[in-house]
C-alpha cells in the first residue's frame, strides 16, 4: 500500500461498519468493494477477482448454496487492514463441493482478512474449517 491511499484506523472501521451493515441486512455490499478487488478462500484454489465476480461468489455462498445468516462476533481493524471474526449459520440450500442441498442446518466459525484503500475493500481472504462445514451437510 503506498502512503497515499493508507487508510488511517477510523475511515477503515468506517469503512468496514458501513460494509457490514450492508451485507448483514441485505444491502449493497458490494458498494464497498474496489473495482479490482480480489477473494481469495483459502482452503481451496477459488479465486475472483473484479467487484462483479467477488459479489457473485459471496452471494452464491449466501443465498445459493446456503441461505446464510452470518453472525458477526467481533473485528479487529488497524491502518487500511481489518479482521473479522463471525459464525457462519445457515440452511444447505443448493449444491456444495458437489453435494447436493440436504437442507440440513450448519453453524461453524470463521475469519476473514480484509486489505483496504481509498475507503474501499481490495482483497479478502476466507478462513474457515471447510471439513466442519462438509461434516455438517452430511459428506462425512
Request: proline residues 3%; aromatic residues 10%; contains cysteine.
Amino acid at each position: 500500500m503506498t502512503i497515499e491511499n493508507k487508510m488511517s484506523v477510523e475511515r477503515t472501521q468506517a469503512t468496514m461498519t458501513a460494509y457490514f451493515r450492508d451485507l448483514l441486512n441485505g444491502g449493497p455490499y458490494a458498494q464497498h468493494f474496489a473495482e479490482h478487488v480480489v477473494v481469495t478462500v483459502m482452503w481451496s484454489d477459488q479465486v475472483a477477482r473484479g467487484r462483479d465476480a467477488a459479489k457473485q461468489m459471496i452471494d452464491y455462498l449466501h443465498q445459493q448454496a446456503f441461505e446464510a445468516k452470518p453472525v458477526l462476533r467481533g473485528m479487529l481493524v488497524g491502518e487500511g487492514q481489518a479482521l473479522a471474526e463471525a459464525d457462519f449459520v445457515a440452511k444447505h440450500t443448493g449444491e456444495f463441493a458437489g453435494i447436493a442441498a440436504t437442507g440440513r442446518e450448519v453453524t461453524m466459525p470463521y475469519c476473514v482478512v480484509y486489505d483496504l484503500a481509498d475507503d474501499k475493500i481490495t482483497a479478502l481472504r476466507l478462513y474457515f474449517p471447510i471439513d466442519v462445514l462438509l461434516h455438517q451437510i452430511g459428506a462425512k
